[in-house]
C-alpha cells in the first residue's frame, strides 16, 4: 500500500518561499506521474502542478513562474519550490500520485 506524506508547510510573509516535501512509501515514484494540489477555505481542491516520469512539467496560471515542481527518485520525494508567495496561496497543499492522496500540509501567507 503506497502512503504519501508532505511536510514544509507553515506561515511566512507575502512574497516569501516555502519548499514542500512529499515522500511516497510502497512503491517508487520512478515510473508515475506526481502532481500537487491546494484546497483554501470554502474551495473546491484543485491541481497546482504536475511532474511526469521523464520531469516534464506542467503548472495552473495561478502559479506558473512562481512554483516549480521536482522529483528526487533516489530520494522517492517530490518536491514544490514556492517563491514570491501571496495571501491567495494560503492553502492545504496534497500531494497526488499512484491514486492516492496525502494527508496534506498548511501553508499559510500572512503579514
Known amino acids: 500500500q503506497v502512503q504519501l506524506v508532505e511536510s514544509g508547510g507553515g506561515l511566512v510573509q507575502p512574497g516569501g518561499s516555502l519548499r514542500l516535501s512529499c515522500v511516497a512509501s510502497?512503491?517508487?515514484?520512478?515510473?508515475?506521474?506526481m502532481a500537487w494540489f491546494r484546497q483554501a477555505p470554502g474551495k473546491e481542491r484543485e491541481w497546482v502542478a504536475s511532474?511526469?516520469?521523464?520531469?516534464?512539467?506542467t503548472y495552473g496560471n495561478d502559479v506558473k513562474g512562481r512554483f516549480t515542481i521536482s522529483r528526487d527518485n533516489g530520494k522517492n520525494t517530490v518536491y514544490l519550490q514556492m517563491d514570491s508567495l501571496e495571501p491567495e496561496d494560503t492553502a492545504v497543499y496534497y500531494c497526488?500520485?499512484?491514486?492516492?492522496w496525502g494527508r496534506g500540509t498548511q501553508v499559510t501567507i500572512s503579514s
Open positions: 510502497g512503491s517508487t515514484i520512478r515510473f508515475n506521474t
Open positions: 511532474i511526469t516520469a521523464s520531469s516534464g512539467t
Open positions: 497526488r500520485g499512484f491514486n492516492t
